[in-house]
Structure formats: C-alpha cells, structure tokens
C-alpha cells in the first residue's frame, strides 16, 4: 500500500487550446502539440513594432538625435508592442499548466463524490464547447472591430498628437494608421480573448460550486479543501501586469509631456489597481456559499464532536464519575483534548472565500507595480518605500 500523498496530474482539460490557438497553428506561428509562446512572441511584437518604427526612421520623423523624444511621445505604442502583447502571449503556457493542474485537483483531492463523477465529466466538457464555439469568437472579433471603429471616429487634435510623428502631428500619417488600426486591435482582440477565459474560468468554477463537493471544515487550509484553486490567479498574473502596463503608459505620457500631476491620476490609478484586482479574483468567489454552508454545518458538527470528548473527560477525571466506553475518547486519531480543541479551531474559523493572501498577491503585484512605476516619475522611489515600510509600523 502507498501512502504518499497523491499529486494530481494534469488534466486533459485545456482552456487555452481554443480556434485561436489552433489557427496560428495551422498558419505554423506555433508548433502543432505546443505554444510555441516565446517564438510567438517576438514574432508578433517585431511585426507590430519595426514597420512603424522603420517608416519613423526612413521618413525622418524619428532620429538617433530625437530617440528620447520618440520613446516618450510613442510610449504608449512601444509599450504595446514590445511589452504588453508579448505577455499576453507568454500567459499561454503558464495559464494552461496552472489551470490543468487546479482542474485536476478537485478529483484528486477528494472533492468530486463517486456519485458526483459524471457531473463533474459534464460540467468540463460544457466549457470546453463553450471554448471551441465559433459564435462566442466571432463575437469577440466583432466587438474588437466595433471598439477599433467607434474609438478611431472623429479622433480629436489631442489624440492625434499622441500617434502622430514628427512634422505630421495632428495628421493621419503611416505611424497613426499603423497604431489604430494594427496595433491597438490587436491588443483589443487579445485583451477580449483573455477576458472571454476568465469568464469561461468563472463558469467551470460555478459549475463545480453547485456540486455537493465533500469538504471538510477541519481542513488546515481554512478554506475546506479547496486552497489549491488560489493558484487561479497566477494564471493571469502575466495578462493583469500587461493590462496595468497599457494603461499607466497613458498615465506616464500625461505627467511627462504635459506635466500633469501625479496626484489628478490618483483616482484613476487606484481603480486600475481595484478594478484588476477584482475582476481577476471573482472566478474564486462562486465557492462562497458552499463555504458558508459547510462552516455553519462545521460549528454544529465540531461543537458536538468537541462537547462529547471533553465532556467525557470532565465526567471521568474531574467529577471522578464512572463514564461509559465512548468511542470518542479513544479513537488514536482524534488524540488528547489538544487536538480536539485544534480541529475544533479549525473548523470555526474557516474563510468565507477561497482567497488568501497567495491568491490576492498574484493579481495585486502585477496589477500595482506599473503604477509604482508611474508614480516614481514624481516622488523618487525611496521616499515612496520609506512612506510604505511607515505605514506597516
């Protein structure tokens, strides 16, 4: 007999194996059992970024002279490029291994009832012809033209400015057309593609909640077994970080070319950073009422359990009765009064959601440290981590 703990194996079960994925296979952008993400990503980030680049350069509206101009008035462009659409693109690998292994985890952790298998079969398979559903990408190719079109319509002089080069500011030159029309869908299209996970990711987990999954409310992790699913949001952690990074690119554009304060973006910045953080930890919230449920139900069983055990020894070593041959108070695996009172413990101060600190650091650093990095173009970096550390005294 083995008795090592069982480490689950990854699923077959892959949200990220979708059309997308498989028509850059067929177009041999990615191998045929594979990502293929590094490849990918420079692939795709070269081809965004050097045509535009190359015409600044060719057409003289870029120099060597004017590098520090070209990277601060197109910042948001090379952000894109260079940075935002390769990490959206090496989210792949890490998402899937991350997603199969947590998928995987609630048989192989005992959560899934023998009688609750086929649910469980069914719930993951309801998603995976969501994932494969040419209406839901159709759609999403849709929207992303829709927002291309609707944004790109009577751009005013000041956004403009923002994509325009050299003596052609405030004109629709190459560089302009390359950026609102290649560019930013783009980045449209993968952005929706992830957001359309997420949501198929929130799905499965509420599909799952609705199982009776045997949890237990003496589970050390507090969260009845379920603590492996804070691992979810490292799977988007590289997306979180590429999404704050576009956005705070504007912010740093404003401060560094029109010297707007620090302090006017506050507001904005701070509901980048909540709005992240939320959107990307809701999947975790469907498990809920389940928890809340077996926690109640955990207070009552515990209690009893706890009120028959120390019970009986009162009974018998303090009052000096005669107690009855109760099964609890020798059973080798409930052990002294100590360990009682620790199951006991264990079972009252279970958490409402599965979310922890692992989990809440995992979207929190992606989604703030472009905003930190923002905010040193005001208040140099060591007399922000000085007001930091005060604030933990």
Known sequence: ??????????????????????????????????????????????????????WAVASGQAGVSDLRGALINHLGLHVRCLLAIPLMILSGPLADRILRLVVAGFPAAGLVREE????????????????????????????????????????????????????????????????????????????LAWLWRLVLTGLLYRRLAKLDLRLIPSHPDRVGGLGFIELTSGAFSLVVLATSCVACSSAAQQILLHGVPLDAMK??????????????????????????????????QYGVLAGRHVGGLHARWIEGREVKDDAVLSAPEIGPAADV???YSLATSMRAFPVGLRSLMGVLLPAAAPVLVVATLEVPLQEILVKVLGMLR
């Open 1 to 54: 007999m083995n008795d090592r703990a069982v480490e689950p194996k990854p699923s077959g079960f892959s949200l990220l194996d979708d059309p997308l994925l498989r028509l850059q296979r067929r177009l041999r952008l990615a191998p045929p059992n594979g990502f293929g993400a590094v490849r990918r990503a420079v692939f795709v980030a070269l081809l965004c970024w050097l045509p535009v680049v190359g």
């Open 116 to 191: 609750d298998e086929d649910r469980y079969a069914a719930a993951v398979r309801s998603i995976e012809r969501l994932r494969d559903s040419m209406i839901a990408w159709a759609a999403i190719i849709a929207l992303a033209i829709l927002v291309t079109v609707s944004t790109n319509r009577g751009l005013t002089a000041e956004e403009l400015e923002a994509i325009g080069w050299g003596a052609n500011v405030g004109k629709l030159d190459f560089g302009a057309t390359w950026v609102l029309y290649v560019v930013r869908p783009l980045f449209m299209l993968l952005e």
């Open 267 to 300: 507001v904005q910045l701070g509901g980048l950073v909540v709005l992240l953080v939320g959107l990307y930890l809701a999947p975790l919230m469907v498990f809920g009422g389940p928890l809340r449920r077996i926690r109640i139900r955990g207070r009552l």
């Open 341 to 343: 009172a620790t199951l």
